[in-house]
């Protein structure tokens, strides 16, 4: 995992951004671009296949994306399900990258 | 906005803003129904229930209630009916994963008749809703896109009913279940009591008649059910309520203060100040 973070900081200048539980028990670390356009989360444990990093797409409507990229024919490996993060659903492209487009939700703001 | 869609598969979803309207009618599906602003005064039977902004409403298939709203302000409602054969889908598909997850084959979801009721709308299904709803006012409607919004917000109510009823239920100290089910009966019945006439002055004893409890019995059964005392459930309402009126009207505060039902301005900021740990002016600059 350092080596992972060591290569996007080092090589890609990102940012540690902070680290997070991605899942209950599936720690990550979030680096961000130069810019902020891209995020990318590297997980401790392997989880999908080889690829310990995954794509973050934030979106503010994930069902509205979901729905709309299944029409234009992608294929999800999870369909949006609740995390304690927010709405979240997941697809990879052809060379096995994980995207994970997410819809953080403030759950605390109580109206 | 006011707009009635009919979808293919016979759900339907309305909305309407409005100052004044009564209506007394049969619902056609199972509903459930939200306002945006504002509240709505429903009639159940002998029950009366008010919608505000922070709660939502089931109503189900085939029941009569009237339904009125009087107010200076137009009032903003919104509904969900849900066509019984979607429905059946939804449950199947529900209890199939539940029973994969949990690995039983109770039906868990409307095993009682109590469902009928008010429930916190908060979390996930809030922004689902007002997905749905953002959505639907912009008046582009594709129709697959709906039903996946409405196949969430129902996701959404299933694990509300779980927390807000079975949850509760088990939480009760009683022997009998029977009994468990039976009394969370009643303090649902207080509890929409409270939310309905949360600006009244409630005395216990009315509240113990409206629930057919005893005083002591529903103090000591509400604490095991909702975690606080009545009046704390009560001052908690006003509070949320009042946050909501700072934040989407410009009335004074000491009309809010008399809107929710504090008898004086200073105890209400105080209390206000306890739980959000600020004052309701900074509150209302703040933002």
Known sequence: MEEQVRFFTGKLKFRVV????????????????????VLVAIAENREYKNTKNCIILSTDDC????????????????????LPVGLVAEFTDHSDNRFMLIEERNYNDDL | MRYNKTLRNNNTIWSDTTSHKQQTQHTNDFNIRFVFSGDEVYNIGRRQLTLYPD????????????????????????SMGFDQAFLQDFSNSWQLNERKLLDKTSSRVHEYDFSETLYPFKGDMRFNVQHLKDYMDKGVH????????MHHSLLNYYTIYDQEIYKKI????????????????????????????????????DLADHACLSVN??????????????????????????KLLLKTTNYPINEIVNLVGFECPSSFIRLFKNRYEITPLKFRCSL
């Open chain 2, 170 to 205: 088990e939480s009760l100290k009683f022997l009998n279940r029977s009994t468990k089910v039976e009394i969370l009966r009643r303090l649902n019945l207080a509890k929409e009591y409270l939310l309905s006439n949360f600006n009244q002055n409630i005395s216990l004893e």
């Open chain 1, 63 to 82: 069902l509205k994306d979901y729905h709309y990229l299944k029409a234009e024919g992608l294929i999800f490996t999870k369909e949006p399900h609740y």
């Open chain 2, 55 to 78: 709660q939502f409403l089931i109503l189900n298939k085939g029941t009569q209630y009237t339904s009125k709203i009087d107010s200076a302000n137009p009032v903003e409602s919104f």
């Open chain 2, 142 to 149: 594709n129709e697959m896109l709906i039903n996946e919004y």
């Open chain 1, 18 to 37: 902070k680290k997070l539980d991605l899942y209950p028990h599936a720690a990550a670390t979030l680096v961000q671009s130069d810019n902020a356009d």
């Open chain 2, 217 to 242: 019995h529903l103090l000591r059964t509400f604490k095991q059910a909702f975690h606080q005392s009545p009046h704390q459930f009560l001052m908690q309402t006003r509070l949320t309520r009042a």
